[in-house]
C-alpha cells in the first residue's frame, strides 16, 4: 500500500490505518443468533445496543478462554426483508488463527436454534492518530466518529470501533466498505498498532493461546470482558466461582524488552522469575516487537522483572497497565 497525502497534499496525514492480517471477521445470521450467541460467550450479547461492540470470551467447560472476541451488531444497510439497522446479524471479530476453528465449534452447538455461523470477507485494519487530532480522523472517515471505548459507528467508509488509547494514541478498529483507503489517511506499520494495543492491556486469544488461561487470568474480568450477571455459558460455574469466592492471585501485565527492542516473543512461551528459576513463573499472552503482554502471579509482576523463555533469557521489564487489577464489584 501506499501513503494518501492529506488533502492539503503538502504533508503525510495524521491518521495512520494499519493493515491487520492477524484477525478476521465472522458472522452470526438467523433469527436466534443473538440468543445462541449470548448462551455461549462470557458477554451479554442479547441486549447489544446499536452503537455497543462488546468484547467477550469463548471458554472450555473447564473455563479456560478457547478464543476472546469483540461482538456488534451489523448496522450496515439492509437488504430486501432483512431486519431494520441495529436489529440483524452479529459480527464478531477475532484472532485469524482462532476464527475458522472457533466457528466450526459453534456451529456444533446451534442444533435446533434458527442460527448460522459463517466466516465473512472483510479486511480489518488499526486505525490511531495522536489525541487532540480526532478532527482529523472524522474527516477521513467521513463522518463523527465513536471516542468512547468499545462503541461503534456505520459510515459510508466502514464501520468504526472505538478502542482504549495508548501511548498517546487514539485507536479504532477499521472495517472498510471499500478497498482503497479513505483520502486524508496514510497506509501504517501494524507493529505500531500493535504496541500501542498491547499498552491498552487488549488480551487477544486463540491459536497457540487457547485453552491456558481463565478469563480473570488475563484481566478479562478488569476490560469488561464477562458478565457475571448473565445466564449460563460453558466455563460459566469455573469462571464464577473464581470471581465470588476465590482470591485471585495470578493476573496479566505489560512489560517491555530493553535489551531485545525488535524481538517479537512467543505467545503460549513461558516466562521466569529470577527468585523462582527452577519452574516457569507464567506465560506470554500477546507479543509485538519489544513488548509483551504476560500472566503471572500477582507478586512475581509486583517484582517488576522477569526473563524471556529461560531464567538467563532476556529481560523483560514490568509497566503499568491503564487500569486497576482489582475485581470488580459485578
Keep these: 500500500m501506499t501513503t494518501i497525502d492529506s488533502p492539503t497534499g503538502t504533508s503525510p496525514a495524521l491518521l495512520s490505518l494499519a493493515l491487520l492480517p492477524e484477525f478476521s471477521v465472522f458472522r452470526a445470521s438467523g433469527a436466534d443468533a443473538a440468543s445462541f450467541l449470548h448462551g455461549q460467550l462470557t458477554q451479554d450479547i442479547e441486549h447489544l445496543g446499536p452503537t455497543d461492540a462488546r468484547l ?121 466498505t471499500s478497498t482503497e483507503l479513505p483520502a486524508g489517511a496514510h497506509a501504517g506499520r501494524p507493529e505500531d498498532w500493535q504496541r500501542a494495543h498491547l499498552a491498552a492491556g487488549i488480551p ?49 501485565g505489560f512489560g517491555t524488552l530493553p535489551d531485545a527492542p525488535e524481538l517479537i516473543a512467543d505467545p503460549g512461551a513461558d516466562v521466569f522469575a529470577p527468585e523462582r528459576p527452577q519452574e516457569p513463573a507464567g506465560r506470554i499472552v500477546a507479543s509485538a516487537p519489544g513488548v509483551v503482554l504476560l500472566e503471572a502471579p500477582l507478586d512475581t509482576l509486583a517484582a517488576g522483572k522477569l526473563r524471556y523463555g529461560a531464567v538467563d533469557g532476556p529481560v523483560i521489564a514490568v509497566g503499568s497497565l491503564p487500569y486497576p487489577l482489582e475485581k470488580p464489584e459485578n
Design 56 to 176: 467477550a470470551g469463548y471458554c472450555s467447560p473447564k473455563g479456560r478462554l478457547l478464543a476472546t472476541v469483540l461482538a456488534w451488531r451489523d448496522s450496515a444497510p439492509a437488504g430486501d426483508g432483512e431486519p431494520a439497522s441495529g436489529n440483524g446479524d452479529i459480527l464478531l471479530l477475532a484472532r485469524a488463527d482462532a476464527a475458522e476453528a472457533l466457528t466450526r465449534r459453534l456451529a456444533m452447538f446451534i442444533l435446533r436454534a434458527k442460527a448460522k455461523i459463517s466466516l465473512a470477507q472483510q479486511v480489518v485494519y488499526g486505525a490511531s492518530i495522536p489525541a487532540g487530532h480526532e478532527a482529523i480522523a472524522e474527516a477521513a472517515a467521513g463522518g463523527s466518529l465513536p471516542h468512547q471505548p468499545w462503541h461503534k459507528a456505520h459510515l459510508p467508509s466502514g464501520t468504526w470501533i472505538a478502542l482504549p488509547p495508548a501511548d498517546g494514541l487514539v485507536q479504532w478498529f477499521f472495517l472498510p
Design 204 to 252: 487477544w486469544i486463540g491459536g497457540v493461546t487457547a485453552d491456558l488461561f481463565v478469563p480473570q487470568n488475563v484481566n478479562f474480568d478488569c476490560i469488561g470482558g464477562i458478565n457475571f450477571r448473565k445466564g449460563c455459558y460453558p466455563g460459566q460455574e469455573v469462571v464464577a466461582r473464581s470471581h465470588y469466592r476465590g482470591t485471585l492471585k495470578r493476573r496479566m
